[in-house]
T-cell receptor
Framework: GEDVEQSLFLSVREGDSSVINCTYT??????LYWYKQEPGAGLQLLTY?????DMKQDQRLTVLLNKKDKHLSLRIADTQTGDSAIYFC???????????FGAGTRLFVKA | DTEVTQTPKHLVMGMTNKKSLKCEQH?????MYWYKQKAKKPPELMFV???????INESVPSRFSPECPNSSLLNLHLHALQPEDSALYLC???????????FGPGTRLTVT
């Protein structure tokens, strides 16, 4: 079945790296996404990775994909208080139009 | 410009009211989506439009009625809602079905 799982909370100190993890069950996923949602706001697309890649870097963000283990991670370098938000992992299934979202990881950044 | 706009930002309505939520994008995207998001939950897909035609209806109650008047606009008409329909309603668009989606800021709906 289709399922995306994430841990619910992560707390880091300002300046440290944050690593948010996600596992998915559908091996036919084509694209995997990371979205950020700040309180009271919509979802902001942060980055995405195609399933034939294993890594993508974009400024402070690094996405790692382990297809064998169906594991996706988002690393935020030099985490700032403005990075405090909920981060959703999502997958798009092959041949499908739906995007399946995880429950979201709430990132707390302590000054 | 990767902006999706939604109006109103907040809406309070009674169970007998009729209201509409509006969504607009000018990115030339041909797929548009409505999601419902309850507090501390991920977004749940409600409807998908592709080239102004309804492609997916996720068994949403008929008190929610979507409309796509043109390729840039998406409306959600609300009638006889229940208090449990109170949520953040998010609109999104994508270049075509299956491409990455860009979300609007949402409309916070409260049904009294």
């Amino acid at each position: 079945g289709e399922d995306v799982e994430q841990s619910l909370f992560l707390s880091v100190r300002e300046g440290d790296s944050s690593v948010i993890n996600c596992t998915y069950t559908d091996s036919s996923s084509t694209y995997l996404y990371w979205y950020k949602q700040e309180p009271g706001a919509g979802l902001q697309l942060l980055t995405y990775i195609f399933s034939n890649m294993d890594m993508k870097q974009d400024q402070r963000l690094t996405v790692l994909l382990n297809k064998k283990d169906k594991h996706l991670s988002l690393r935020i370098a030099d985490t700032q208080t403005g990075d405090s938000a909920i981060y959703f992992c999502a997958e798009r299934l092959t041949g499908g139009f739906k995007t399946i979202f995880g429950a979201g990881t709430r990132l707390f950044v302590k000054a | 410009d990767t902006e999706v706009t939604q109006t109103p930002k907040h809406l309070v309505m009674g169970m007998t009211n009729k209201k509409s939520l509006k969504c607009e994008q000018h990115m030339g995207h041909r797929a548009m989506y409505w999601y419902k998001q309850k507090a501390k939950k991920p977004p749940e897909l409600m409807f998908v439009y592709s080239y102004e035609k309804l492609s997916i209806n996720e068994s949403v109650p008929s008190r929610f009625s979507p409309e796509c008047p043109n390729s840039s606009l998406l409306n959600l008409h609300l009638h006889a809602l229940q208090p449990e329909d109170s949520a953040l309603y998010l609109c999104a668009s994508s270049q075509d079905l299956g491409f990455e989606q860009y979300f609007g800021p949402g409309t916070r709906l409260t049904v009294t």
